[in-house]
């Protein structure tokens, strides 16, 4: 019995916790998490940046393979368009499954969305 009212008890703190964070969030930390949501969808643009330069390298680097295994024919170069050929795959490949723009996209949508309810409700409250 006690042991079941100790329970209740902490459930009872738990839910008033709980609730009270949804209600009285300080604007200050609603406002530095929207602010981390719009550096990890800048990061995420970055890196898809990356990712696009490295894959031009990889078709530049092709090219140039391609011109010198017309001047001589060479297993090692044979290797080396294979291996680039298999990167160059994989990552349009993964491009093409994962669509990292339009999941990017949506992410924006949703920060801006996000932003302006915010922005809405710190009007009120003023």
């Not at 609603?30 to 078709?59: M, P």
Request: charged content about 40%.
């Amino acid at each position: 019995m006690l042991v079941q009212a100790i329970i209740l008890g902490m459930i009872d703190k738990m839910k008033r916790m709980i609730f009270f964070n949804k209600i009285s969030k300080p604007t200050h930390k609603v406002e530095r998490s929207l602010n981390l949501f719009k550096k990890d969808i800048d990061n995420r643009y970055e890196k898809l940046a990356a990712v696009y330069s490295y894959l031009d390298t990889l078709k530049e680097k092709q090219k140039y393979l391609l011109q010198e295994r017309k001047k001589k024919n060479d297993k090692q170069i044979d290797k080396e368009l294979e291996y680039i050929n298999n990167d160059i795959n994989y990552l349009n490949n993964k491009l093409l499954e994962e669509k990292p723009e339009e999941r990017l996209k949506e992410m924006r949508l949703k920060y801006k969305n996000l932003k302006a309810q915010f922005d809405a409700l710190k009007e009120e409250k003023i």
